[in-house]
């Protein structure tokens, strides 16, 4: 496995408490996994993935730090091949059999924010707005199924806070959020899991989105 990491981070002198910050990360690793079905048919995955993350951020207080403004940019990369191989003993020679095949893979993610927060009294909210545009690309090779898929989506946020008093308040809070399937809920080759069952994937799933609502109490309690 290889791996390169970065960070970069820088404080404005001239006003105080500026912030702004750089990541870039990338990983490569290449892994193998034998499994057996039954004595006669083992099979193989052999997988190569490549991750990269870019993360651009920029903070400014105001307000006496009590408020908060946040500007970034995330670029999120995945590409992934995976070999799958099923073999058969035949005439005393292994033999490859379906559902051997290969998938490449990969999906492009690339999100803007900014995010605002302040104090006024016993008051205190956050509020955010994130864009992500998405684009993946998906070829099961031995049968040049292609999938190409590009979305764009808005996630709003946002928390408000009422101070009761310095051990109580009141909060309430609504995100939408998304989860995307994972690679191999996409793959649409079939693969065998034991000798009784199969399974397959569809490249064609849809992300979820939620809208969550949230309403709370906090309150502190003495150590005792």
Do not use: C
């Amino acid at each position: 496995m290889k791996s390169v990491g970065l960070f970069f981070g820088t404080f404005d002198p001239i006003h105080k408490g500026h912030e702004a910050i750089a990541d870039f990360f990338l990983k490569n690793f290449f892994d193998e996994v034998w499994f057996v079905v039954t004595p006669m048919n083992p099979d193989k995955i052999e997988k190569g993935t490549s991750d990269e993350n870019i993360r651009l951020d920029y903070i400014y207080p105001f307000n006496s730090d009590k408020g908060k403004l946040e500007l970034g940019f995330r670029r999120d990369y995945d590409k992934m091949n995976s070999n799958y191989i099923a073999e058969q003993l035949y005439d005393e020679r292994w033999i490859i059999i379906p559902p051997s095949n290969t998938y490449d893979y990969y999906q492009d993610v690339n999100a803007l924010y900014i995010q605002l927060g302040n104090q006024s009294g016993k008051f205190s909210y956050q509020l955010g707005l994130r864009y992500e545009d998405t684009d993946f690309f998906a070829n099961l090779i031995d049968t040049q199924e292609i999938t190409k898929l590009k979305y764009s989506n808005y996630f709003p946020s946002g928390i408000l806070t009422y101070e009761i008093n310095e051990k109580q308040s009141i909060q309430l809070s609504y995100s939408k959020r998304l989860r995307r399937p994972r690679f191999w809920d996409l793959n649409p080759f079939y693969g065998l899991g034991d000798s009784r069952s199969n399974f397959v994937g569809n490249p064609f799933l849809d992300p979820e989105l939620t809208n969550s609502y949230e309403i709370g109490f906090l309150s502190e309690f003495e150590k005792g």
